[in-house]
């Protein structure tokens, strides 16, 4: 399971996995001061869609479309999330005021929909090998 939450919120013992998904470390923590597991700011938007996003509502669907773009033309930085989320919870943290127009939840829908994409084949073509066939 995937979850979003604020950076500033306090740890919960049900938060498993903690990552910190955006580029820029949150202002005003001490990296030694905050529970996390990895920091993985190369999985954040470019500075270049960062900026033009500039956290405007009205943009976000421009924003989501393009930082879909960049995480599939970058599957290395986003693997290790999905291994981790299919091992227990991932818990993925971001610093935006916003909690509804935020990197975070894009990254955690483009998860889920790779999660499902690379499930159980669906396809005659795809199940070939699995039963003795070419």
């Known amino acids: ?50 900026k033009a996003f500039a956290h405007r509502p009205e943009a976000f669907e421009d924003f989501c479309s393009a930082y879909r773009r960049e995480l599939a033309g970058h599957p290395e930085h986003w693997q290790p999330l999905l291994h981790w989320a299919a091992s227990g919870r991932l818990t993925l943290l971001y610093a935006a005021r916003d909690e509804t127009h935020n990197n975070a939840r894009v990254l955690a829908e483009f998860l889920e929909d790779e999660w499902e994409r690379k499930g159980s084949p669906s396809s005659p073509v795809c199940y070939q090998g699995e039963f003795g066939g070419g």
Do not use: F
């Open 1 to 50: 399971m995937i979850q979003c939450k604020r950076v500033y919120l306090d740890a919960a013992a049900d938060d498993g996995r903690r990552v910190l998904v955006d580029r820029l470390w949150p202002r005003g923590l001490a990296k030694d001061r905050l529970p996390l597991d990895a920091w993985l700011p190369q999985v954040a938007p470019s500075a270049a869609l960062r």
